[in-house]
């Protein structure tokens, strides 16, 4: 059985964060493991409290998991803070797993912020370049372009070169919050591939980012390249989304369980 960690922040209400992981990886039949940064208390209208783990406990779980059942695949979302960043980008260095996918997780969709200020800095010059792939979405991506706006396919092939200045490996734009395009747009060794998709009408879209990253680890740890691995994982979501599972008074969460 193959076997994927994922390095995020819990979500309380199921949707996003550890919990869409956990979920996604076990729907593609893998093995779940986590190293949890920060406990949130959030529901499907809003982040409510964030509570961060310690970096050295962070460190420590990771000690953990990689001294005994070490991943095939690794995924890392919310990161919360500088210091978290730091002791992840130390054991990523020691214990060199093979595929590291890296969802740059900084505002959740109903505007709370994920990573300090002071951490952007260091999750650019030290973690990104230890990703085998990075998933911003459009508000992520202006943010590690400098603040260019983003507002069409032609500006997210625009900010992908302006990212491939400071981030050498490979990059999926995704194209969710442009208004009428679900596609999204890799950048790899100076040649772009969209992965087009139709734009389900389902207001419930709370986790999609977090489900694609683990998905997309999970199809590299199953020994898929980096476009096939994304192919698939957006089948896996787009699947998980049109089912219109509809929970909650908000912005609701997939469903990890329907029928293919
Ligand atoms: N309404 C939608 N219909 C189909 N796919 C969607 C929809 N919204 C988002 N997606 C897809 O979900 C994935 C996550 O995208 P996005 O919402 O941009 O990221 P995030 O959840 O990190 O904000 C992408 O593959 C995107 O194309
Ligand atoms: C704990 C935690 N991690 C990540 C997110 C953001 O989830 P994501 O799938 O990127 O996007 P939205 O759910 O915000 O659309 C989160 N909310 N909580």
């Not at 990253?213 to 898929?224: P, R, V, Y």
Request: charged share 20%; net charge negative; glycine share 8%.
């Amino acid at each position: 059985m193959k076997k994927v960690l994922s390095i995020a922040g819990s979500d309380s209400s199921g949707g996003a964060g550890i919990q869409a992981d956990i979920k996604t990886i076990t729907a593609h039949k893998m093995y779940a493991m986590t190293a949890i940064t920060a406990l949130t208390a959030q529901n499907t209208m809003g982040v409510d409290s964030v509570l961060e783990a310690t970096p050295e406990f962070v460190g420590q779980q990771l000690d953990s998991i990689m001294n005994d059942i070490f991943p095939d695949s690794v995924k890392i979302g919310m990161v919360s803070s500088p210091h978290i960043i730091e002791v992840i980008v130390e054991k990523l260095k020691e214990y060199k797993p093979k595929h590291i996918v890296v969802d740059p997780v900084m505002i959740s969709t109903s505007g709370s912020p994920l990573l300090s200020k002071d951490a952007m800095d260091v999750l650019i010059t030290k973690l990104l370049p230890l990703a085998t792939l990075i998933t911003p979405n459009i508000p992520e991506a202006q943010c590690l372009c400098g603040g260019m706006k983003i507002e069409t396919k032609e500006d997210m092939q625009k900010a992908a070169i302006q990212i491939a200045k400071h981030y050498q490996g490979n990059i999926l734009i995704k194209g969710g919050h442009l208004l009428d395009s679900a596609d999204d747009l890799l950048y790899s060794n100076g040649q772009f591939t969209w992965f087009t998709g139709v734009k389900i009408e389902n207001p419930n879209t709370h986790g999609t980012g977090c489900t694609l990253s683990s998905a997309i680890a999970c199809n590299l740890a199953d020994g898929h390249d980096v476009n096939m691995s994304i192919q698939y994982a957006k089948d896996y979501l787009t699947g998980a989304l049109q089912d219109q599972l509809n929970l909650g008074k908000g912005n609701g969460p997939l469903n990890h369980c329907y029928k293919i």
